[in-house]
DNA sequence: TATGAATGAGAATTCATTCAT
DNA sequence: GATGAATGAATTCTCATTCAT
């Protein structure tokens, strides 16, 4: 019976939660971890103030909590994407599609998990990495299978996903810039192609680049 | 005489806007424009308070002014490397260099310039863009002249442009984020080989994503 | 239930609002618009400098509610006297007293009604005149029912009432100059006598300024 | 020769003085005191913020030499206009007509000599004493004149001058607050006639009031 | 002597956080 | 538990006054 209670207890806590995380999300996508404002997120969570900080210690913790909900879900989303597929660069394929997609669909976390980074650099950076890297890891054997099958060229592969990461940043984060026009999966297909297959068409010029595929 | 006097006084005043400007770089890359502290930066410009609101009417034209300084000479940076070859994928070449070797040098402004935009997306983003499409505008020149000269495949070269800045920025974004860990300019090879020739080796699975080179 | 909870609401709200506007009474007395200080206010107060501004959104709406309460008290204290007598140069007579005995009970808007309305001279001045009006008007009906019972000479009713208020005001603002010295309620007869059957004694040279009574 | 060159600087100093006393009248009337910016001050006198601070100590001290100044010749054209006749009630006359034509000459010293006021009134009080009842006591021994001519009915001479520089205050106070509409002057016969016959018709009412002129 | 750049004390205002109800 | 009124530290910005040139 306790028990039961606790449970009970237990969901309306989380529920309570995501209320303020979802309030939170928005408010701090509109204006950044400083000009938020925690009567804004309380009001928009149709919560009183007291309440947000009797869940969250503090607004710090409320936006790393609200950093944190947001990479879950972005790497949830990517990996049950990947289980999809089996071959090496079709995995790459849904990487790439589900990352954009994902902004798409949360278009409030593009000022939070990219932009506002800089607010926490040394507090955040490295939540931010265990997750990203947690990521990293499942890519990396991705992209070891793809070399061991002979599909890609011997490259760095630390490297590649680098390049990779930085590339699907860079891409949500000129679309945010620009003021999201357009769809931004639309970028799925120049990006898979330059990413796989360059863009130089000259076989002799690419030898001075790398490995030209043959 | 007089004329003399006024260049003097002119000199002096691009002095200490420089002073306070040099200063304002590095305290609002720390903590971003809202933590950023109008105080810290006249201590660190070793001027008083009011000196600096002389010179930039508050905190937000300051901030502004570092912004406009920064992409200046990001964009003269880049504009002066590309003049040094001919060859339009060794001006590519270039364009990748110099950014990142920019950002390598001006480590504090990839905090202002990359993480900050989120907070002045409506005032400063036009103003940004207008800089940034100032280069873009050179810049898909050099893609044309690549294009008809057979240099590259058929593509939209708007949207290479895009994959591109999306990238470079993606990429020191990374490595700030990263902690400025190892050199940054020693991404260039790789993105210069992913970039050009693609990470794919197979001529026929590469097929499926564009034009491979052949 | 709840409703009785919003009145005890509304009162406390109203307390407090009370609370703030006596101490903003005394300090913007004291100092003027411009010197008063905040911090002040909220000391005299006896609440944080947070709570002054919770309750009235800037310094400037702060002073104008100082403003308008005093002239609402003013008016009324006027109004009920009026009624009290049906003659009217009995009015007349009580509009003498209370206007002085008002600003004896309450010194400090001496200088906040007299003295500061230059500060907003363009922004109170109309709030003020509608207020100052809105006797105007009951007083110009006083003075017509004077004037059709023949208790008075043939005189522009206008011009005559800008005399008086002016006279009224220009009392209360001596006595203020000169230290507050006596009672200024002492004035009233001398203000009668004067406004009523002027200085001059001969009826000869009294002609020489207007209708002199018979 | 020195003193020739002595006399020569006293000039000069004398006109800065005026130069700078000509500009902050302007100033201190559009903002008063506080508001009044010690630049704008020295921009108007078309000299440095130096040169203002070399000739008046500081804010303060410019200021109540304005009122000084403004004081000094509001009683100088008084006491000149005086002069010009001999019979008291003309005299009073004289006073009347020349205190609201100095005003309506001298638009910028009312917000300074009535308003403002308050914002010195520990301080410039004094010193506003001093003047106006150096001229009270000329105007007293007008009043005492005129009543020894039986001119005037045998009312205390001290409430009596009070009443009327209170009354000509509050009329020059009250055409500024109301927008300066029309001629100050034009007040005059109205004022006249009521402070010298006031405003009762009925000898037998008027009693009750005062002793009525006969 | 004249200047205006430099200064920093001082003021208004904001807002995360607390805590009595 | 939930609330939101109260708070005061922190922040931006102003401006009288100084002083080196």
Redesign the pocket.
Known sequence: MKIKGDDKMKI?IEN?KKQILDAAVIVFSKDGF??????DI?KRAK?????V??YF????ILFCSVVDRGLDSLKNEIMSEIEKVSDPLEKIEKIIESYLSFFEKNKNLIGILIHEQSSFQKRIASQYLNHYYGNVDRIKLIFKEALSQGLIKRMDINKVITVLTGLLNGIVYMWQVEGRKGKLTDRVSIILEIFFTGIIKNKARGKKYGRISV
């Not at 400083?34 to 009567?39: F, G, K």
């Not at 210690?57 to 710090?60: G, I, Y």
């Open positions: 309306l309570r400083s000009r938020a404002n925690t009567d309380a919560l009183g103030k007291g309440t900080f009797r210690k503090n607004k710090k």
